[in-house]
């Protein structure tokens, strides 16, 4: 059984039904992510965008290489390769689409290194293949949000074993806003967040010979209030029973018990400095949009 298969069970077998957020981006899960950052609703990666855009000159630029956690399309990065100047950079990402388009995107902007990986296991690999100098990472779009609270300082620290003092990492962090203006990004009236969560279970249908009936779960975003974090979930319509095949695997659903698909947890400025110093890190510098709140934090490991 492959790890995509072995997480569907374990996550469905859970009271509080889960599935990773790592799995909503297959190759239509990523297209429908970028429709969702062209959305007037999902302010977040203008935001990211139009500080990497005005402040990329004000970063050091003593890096020979950069590295990017899930680098997604690559468009947000084209700034900061422009004002650093890499000899390389290594976008690392679970998906090999979103490799290809970064890679054409950037083609001639520096000796582009694609690793098909996830984070931890792809810092690795830079540094295998990095000779000397300092390295950049960039960890932009609030990806970081989608961590448990719990694990979110380990991981940090893990990152931190894998750098040397004077490399440092630009990371990107969505931080606390109005209810409202929270939920209609996460629940768009245009249906695209509902459809990137609902291919969820296409996606199991297609790859794991999954019967998700599509139209019995419906999209539900919350933000919770306590732990300071939008969720989303897929809520089952109906009493129903699903057979995953290479799972092995069946499963009842109550009517609306929920599968809790996705935190983004939403930072306050102030604590951006402290999380950094928690793990290893200093904060050299903290810029923040003015129009949607979300800030851009370059940390230096120490
Ligand atoms: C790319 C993980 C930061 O949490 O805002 C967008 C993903 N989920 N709409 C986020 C997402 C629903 C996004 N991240």
Same mark, same amino acid.
């Not at 830079?126 to 779009?141: I, K, M, N, Y």
């Not at 629940?187 to 019967?211: C, H, K, M, S, W």
């Given at each position: 059984?492959?790890?995509?298969?072995?997480?569907?069970?374990?996550?469905?077998?859970?009271?509080?039904?889960?599935?990773? *957020?790592?799995?909503?981006?297959?190759?239509?899960?990523?297209?429908?992510?970028?429709?969702?950052?062209?959305?007037?609703?999902?302010?977040?990666?203008?935001?990211?965008?139009?500080?990497?855009?005005?402040?990329?000159?004000? %970063?050091?630029?003593?890096?020979?290489?950069?590295?990017?956690?899930?680098?997604?399309?690559?468009?947000?990065?084209?700034?900061? %390769?422009?004002?650093?100047?890499?000899?390389?950079?290594?976008?690392?990402?679970? *998906?090999?689409?979103?490799?290809?388009?970064?890679?054409?995107? &950037?083609?001639?902007?520096?000796?582009?290194?694609?690793?098909?990986?996830?984070?931890?296991?792809?810092?690795?690999?830079?540094?295998?293949?990095?000779?000397?100098?300092?390295?950049?990472?960039?960890? &932009?779009?609030?990806?970081?949000?989608?961590?448990?609270?719990?694990?979110?300082?380990?991981?940090?620290?893990?990152?931190?074993?894998?750098?040397? *003092?004077?490399?440092?990492?630009?990371?990107?962090?969505?931080?606390?806003?109005? &209810?409202?203006?929270? %939920?209609?990004?996460?629940?768009?009236?245009?249906?695209?967040?509902?459809?990137?969560?609902?291919?969820?279970?296409?996606?199991?249908?297609?790859?794991?010979?999954?019967?998700?009936?599509?139209?019995?779960?419906?999209?539900?975003?919350?933000?919770?209030?306590?732990?300071?974090?939008?969720?989303?979930?897929?809520?089952?319509?109906?009493?129903?029973?699903?057979?995953?095949?290479?799972?092995?695997?069946?499963?009842?659903?109550?009517?609306?018990?929920?599968?809790?698909?996705?935190? *983004?947890?939403?930072?306050?400025?102030?604590?951006?400095?402290?999380?950094?110093?928690?793990?290893?890190?200093?904060?050299?510098?903290?810029?923040?949009?003015?129009?949607?709140?979300?800030?851009?934090?370059?940390?230096?490991?120490?």
């Amino acid at each position: 059984m492959n790890q995509f298969a072995c997480e569907v069970r374990s996550g469905l077998a859970k009271p509080q039904k889960e599935l990773p *957020s790592k799995y909503l981006y297959d190759e239509l899960g990523s297209a429908l992510f970028d429709a969702i950052t062209a959305l007037p609703e999902y302010g977040l990666t203008r935001a990211d965008r139009r500080i990497l855009n005005r402040h990329a000159v004000d %970063l050091p630029r003593d890096f020979a290489c950069v590295a990017e956690f899930g680098s997604g399309s690559g468009s947000k990065t084209r700034a900061i %390769l422009e004002a650093i100047a890499p000899k390389t950079y290594f976008p690392i990402d679970v *998906s090999p689409a979103a490799l290809d388009r970064c890679t054409r995107e &950037l083609c001639g902007m520096a000796h582009i290194q694609p690793i098909e990986d996830s984070f931890l296991e792809g810092l690795d690999r830079v540094r295998e293949a990095q000779e000397s100098g300092a390295l950049l990472l960039l960890f &932009l779009g609030s990806t970081l949000g989608n961590f448990d609270s719990r694990c979110r300082n380990d991981f940090l620290q893990q990152v931190r074993l894998r750098m040397r *003092s004077g490399d440092a990492m630009l990371i990107g962090l969505d931080l606390v806003k109005p &209810l409202e203006t929270m %939920l209609d990004a996460y629940d768009d009236p245009t249906g695209v967040t509902a459809a990137f969560n609902l291919n969820l279970l296409g996606r199991i249908n297609r790859e794991l010979g999954g019967d998700f009936d599509i139209r019995a779960f419906a999209h539900h975003a919350l933000y919770n209030e306590t732990d300071r974090r939008i969720e989303m979930h897929l809520r089952s319509r109906i009493n129903q029973t699903v057979t995953v095949t290479e799972a092995d695997f069946h499963c009842r659903f109550r009517a609306d018990e929920t599968i809790w698909t996705e935190s *983004s947890h939403k930072f306050y400025a102030d604590e951006i400095p402290e999380i950094a110093h928690a793990t290893g890190f200093v904060s050299e510098a903290l810029w923040v949009d003015e129009e949607w709140p979300f800030a851009e934090s370059l940390w230096r490991a120490v």
